[in-house]
């Protein structure tokens, strides 16, 4: 158990639809990244915040977004679904945000499935 | 970014052997990371190794960050072995994003 939670452990929905994945890091972890498990694209880096501010972002398409909370638990939001956003969703959380120890803990994932 | 290659992409073993997986990496990388990824699906952390030898258990790892590569050795293999490995490594141009590689794919038969 890697300390990071994620909820739904699965999701399925139909195209068009809005959903919204959640994650919980590590306790005292400041930074929490989303990645995209696919099998075309393989892991990929979505977006990373420190501390409820918004510190990168990768391959994240517009209809997509996240946020994190002051109590650091974070979610994404994915709209407009469709069928190529089916996919294993990653959270991980680290301590430091761009240090030279960044270790990266990553949730069970949470797998969506778009009809 | 940086590129990630991993291989072999599919190794099959019998339990009991030893086994050599390799990451090589196209930039030099701050943070490296080995991971399992179970048949559940699980990402699960083996070595955070940015440089040198690490040991745990039957796994070993060495990365040579001067020469951009890592390697993940497995001993004395079990079936519950079986999965799939993916090293992951961070430039500091790229902030705190991991790249992730292809994957080997492990299978360890009884």
Redesign the interface.
């Known amino acids: 158990d890697s300390g990071v939670t994620q909820t739904p452990k699965h999701l399925i929905t139909a195209t068009g639809q809005r959903v919204t994945l959640r994650c919980s890091p590590r306790s005292g972890d400041l930074s929490v990244y989303w990645y995209q498990q696919s099998l075309d694209q393989g892991l990929q880096f979505l977006i990373q915040y420190y501390n409820g501010e918004e510190r990168a972002k990768g391959n994240i398409l517009e209809r997509f977004s996240a946020q994190q909370f002051p109590d650091l638990h974070s979610e994404l939001n994915l709209s407009s679904l469709e069928l190529g956003d089916s996919a294993l969703y990653f959270c991980a959380s680290s301590f430091l945000a761009a240090k030279s120890y960044n270790e990266q803990f990553f949730g069970p994932g949470t797998r969506l499935t778009v009809l | 970014g940086i590129q990630v290659e991993q291989s072999p992409p599919d190794l099959i073993l019998q339990e009991g052997a030893n086994s050599t997986l390799r990451c090589n990496f196209s930039d030099s990388v701050?943070?490296l990371?080995w991971?399992h990824q179970n048949p559940w699906?699980?990402?699960?952390?083996l070595f955070?190794i940015p440089s040198g030898t690490k040991q745990n258990g039957r796994l070993s790892a060495t990365t040579v960050a001067t020469e951009r590569y890592s390697l993940l050795y497995i001993s004395s293999s079990q079936t519950t072995d079986s999965g799939v490995y993916?090293c992951?490594g961070?430039v500091?141009t790229?902030?705190?994003?991991?790249?992730?590689g292809?994957?080997t794919q492990l299978t360890v038969n009884p």
């Open positions: 701050n943070n990371q991971f699906g699980q990402l699960i952390n955070y993916f992951a961070r500091e790229s902030g705190s994003r991991l790249t992730f292809e994957g």
